[in-house]
Every structure is written in C-alpha cells, then in structure tokens.
C-alpha cells in the first residue's frame, strides 16, 4: 500500500519555524518529483513548494521564496519543507504530494490534478 505521512506541524507564534516531514513508503519515490501543497480555511489546495527527482531543481510560489527551503532524502524515501519566517496567512493544513513526473519546466504544471499520490496532510497554525 502507497503511503505519504506528513508530520512536523503545529501552533506557533509569527516569526517562528516549522519542520515538515514527509515519510514515504509502499514504493520507492526516488524517481518522482515531489511537492508540498498548502490549503487555507476556506480556500482551495495550492502549491507551496517543489523538488525534482534527484532535488537538483526546487520550485516555489512567490509568497515563500527565502522564507521555505524544500529537500529530500531518497535513501529515506522522505521530503522535507522548513519553514522560517512563519506569517498567519501560511496557516492551513499542508499536504506532501508525488508527481511520477520528474521534474518540471515550471511552476504553472505544478498543480493539485497533476499529483499522483496524497498524504493525509498536517496542521500548520501561525498566531500573530
């Protein structure tokens, strides 16, 4: 069974950091590029952050670039999203996604109907 388990989030004041975690297993996702989605209350699922295959290549959304930093671990089958400069409007349930994709040519593709597997998602709450 293919499995993403995110873990790492929580309630933290503005200006803080946050490491999520993303731990796959069923398969081996070495060769799949993988991302990070945000949904906000109310608000539809949107890309945050992305990693190529072999994390030669990451991607962002303007909102997070120099605050969010994507990597990847494939000898542990794991992603990772750390989080600095926490702002409440990144509060929201963030969600590990992969992509049988490799890599991509640019963010627009990056979107929720192209990712081939789901986490369940984890919490992320910013007070100001």
């Known amino acids: 069974q293919v499995q993403l388990a995110e873990s790492g989030g929580g309630l933290v004041q503005a200006g803080e950091s946050l490491r999520l975690s993303c731990a796959a297993s069923g398969r081996t996702f070495s060769n799949d590029a993988m991302g990070w989605f945000h949904q906000a209350p109310g608000k539809e699922r949107e890309f945050v952050a992305a990693i190529s295959w072999n994390g030669a290549t990451t991607y962002y959304t303007d909102s997070v670039k120099g605050r969010f930093t994507i990597s990847r671990d494939n000898a542990k089958n794991t992603v990772y999203l750390q989080m600095n400069s926490l702002k409440p409007e990144d509060t929201g349930v963030y969600y590990c996604?992969?992509?049988?994709?490799?890599?991509?040519?640019?963010?627009?593709?990056?979107?929720?109907?192209?990712?081939?597997?789901w986490g369940q998602g984890t919490q992320v709450t910013v007070s100001s």
């Open positions: 996604a992969a992509d049988d994709r490799h890599y991509y040519y640019n963010t627009e593709s990056i979107r929720p109907d192209a990712m081939d597997y």
